[in-house]
């Protein structure tokens, strides 16, 4: 039984690692800036891969940009432009990818990191730029994009920008967690019926194996489903899984 | 692999760690080895370089999605001790359920200690504890597990950029395929109706929503139960989950 050992002191070391956390989105602003200043860069966005299943359902959405109220189809035109082969590139590669602009003096250079950085196809947007690809997992990946008139940047300043990437995403993804679980959290019974259900086992095996009677777990699993706002307890473990709370 | 399986059993042999002459690395010179070495179907010689870099002593490169798997696939280049891998292949699979999914996506590049086992051998001078971070190349997740001398400190932000580099150089194709054919051992339509399910519907409003009958959807998901070797329908979509199917 995987679900119940150590999960406390799992979560406490984890908390010690990660020190600075953030309060709400906005904290993240400044630290964006910070990034998009050290590459001398106009703006930023943090683009996420939303939807899930088949390749042809995801798509990137917009969370953070500061292109301002002026530029509303900025963060569609890069979508328009790039969105399928950034969605593909996230796929299988970690590789920063570049692009150029439409004018010959719009370019995005890394001189001693070719190797390292991927090209996306040149003058499809005004401005040139850079997109950092994020997989943490199931859940939370994306880009963040910087565009400018000019990019260079060296391998040293694409590392630290990228890492930086990284912990944004981390950080974006932890206000979502702490946002779902203000929702009712799932108690210790009703985790370990649906790890179990999840497993394999049919509801007369998890009774067995808890203790309990069937109708118990029965219930367990349809207050799991309402907590989960699922209609079925197949749509509460796939919920459970990527949420975290069975492995 | 196994070339490198051998390798690391002669190097377990010598049960030296190997000098450390290039500990003082510049991140220029890291880099332009990597670029000589880059696509090239073997990537210990840049595993080399980003541990020399660091100051680490051994490296392996794993990958979590074949951890609870028998047999020693997972390792996808490694110059440890041979017994110490096989050793220690248990451990990291108990380590590695333990905690959650998304635990695990919050832990992206961050180095952890672990300490090894009492019983085992360790090379001549070599830490007991030893360092490992994960990493995602596409679906497939992968860990980097170093050792290094006792009493070494490893630089926190070379580890970061380490991590990163490994990643970069891991992104290169040949390393992480294989899951990802694995994956497609299930045809379009199977994958269809397994997202569907994970979204609550029944065969009956699958049924409706693809336009085929509900018997066809049963099949196809009888024949995905068989494909994945799992039980019940909840299991099969648990597995379809876990392994970013749907």
């Known amino acids: 039984m995987k679900y119940a050992p150590d999960r406390s002191t799992v979560s406490r070391e984890l908390k010690m690692t990660r020190v600075h956390r953030i309060s709400s989105r906005s904290d993240l602003f400044p630290r964006l800036v910070a990034m998009q200043k050290l590459m001398d860069a106009q703006n930023f966005a943090i683009y996420r891969v939303a939807g899930s299943g088949l390749p ?19 963060s569609k035109s890069i979508v328009d432009a790039y969105g399928e082969d950034m969605l593909e590139h996230i796929e299988k590669s970690l590789l920063p990818l570049m692009w150029n602009g439409i004018d010959d003096d719009r370019t995005a ?30 859940v939370g990946n994306g880009f963040v994009v910087f565009t400018a008139n000019f990019i260079d940047l060296t391998s040293e300043l694409i590392i630290d920008l990228h890492g930086r ?34 497993d394999g086992r049919i509801s007369e095996e998890i009774a067995e ?19 989960l706002d699922s209609v079925n307890r197949i749509q509460a473990i796939a919920k459970s899984i990527r949420l975290g709370y069975i492995s | 692999m196994d070339m490198h399986m051998l390798h690391a059993t002669r190097r377990d042999s010598e049960a030296v760690i190997p000098t450390i002459a290039a500990r003082t690395m510049t991140r220029d010179q890291l880099i332009l080895r990597l670029t000589d070495v880059a696509g090239s179907p073997l990537i210990h010689s840049g595993l080399r370089a980003l541990t020399d870099y660091l100051g680490a002593s051994h490296y392996m490169l794993a990958r979590c999605d074949l951890l609870q798997e028998s047999g020693l696939d997972f390792v996808m280049s490694s110059d440890w001790p ?8 248990s451990d990291l699979v108990s380590t590695y359920v333990r905690t959650t999914e998304f635990e695990k996506c919050l832990m ?40 290094y001398r006792d009493g070494f400190i490893l630089s926190p932000e070379r580890l970061r950029e380490v991590g990163l580099l490994t990643g970069y ?57 068989r494909k994945t070797a799992t039980k019940t329908r909840s299991e099969a979509i648990a597995f379809a989950v876990r392994n970013n199917l749907v």
């Open chain 1, 109 to 138: 250079e890394a001189i001693d990191f070719t190797q390292f950085t991927q090209r996306l196809k040149s003058k499809m947007l005004p401005c040139a730029g850079v997109a950092f690809p994020v997989r943490l997992g199931t």
């Open chain 1, 165 to 198: 990437s990284c912990q944004i995403m981390m950080d974006l993804l932890s206000l979502d967690e702490r946002r779902s679980s203000a929702v009712e959290s799932l108690s210790e019974r009703e985790i370990a019926c649906l790890q179990l259900a999840g």
């Open chain 2, 82 to 89: 041979f017994d110490l891998v096989r050793r220690l292949a």
């Open chain 2, 108 to 147: 992206l590049f961050q180095p952890s200690f672990s300490v090894l086992p009492d019983d085992v051998t360790l090379p001549e001078g070599s830490s007991r504890q030893y360092c490992s971070l994960t990493f995602n190349v596409g679906r497939t997740r992968l860990s980097l597990m170093l050792l």
């Open chain 1, 209 to 227: 194996k808890l203790g309990l009677s069937v109708h118990t777990v029965n219930a367990y699993l349809g207050s799991a489903t309402i907590k």
């Open chain 1, 56 to 74: 042809s359902r995801l798509h990137l959405v917009c969370e953070l940009e500061n292109w301002g109220p002026g530029n509303l189809t900025a």
């Open chain 2, 169 to 225: 150089f891991a992104s290169f194709g040949h390393c992480v395929e294989g899951k990802g054919e694995r994956s497609f051992e299930l045809t379009d339509r199977e994958l269809e109706c397994l997202f569907w399910i994970a979204e609550g519907k029944t065969s009956d409003e699958i049924a409706m929503i693809l336009g085929i009958s509900r018997n066809t959807i049963n099949n196809y998901i009888t024949s995905v139960m």
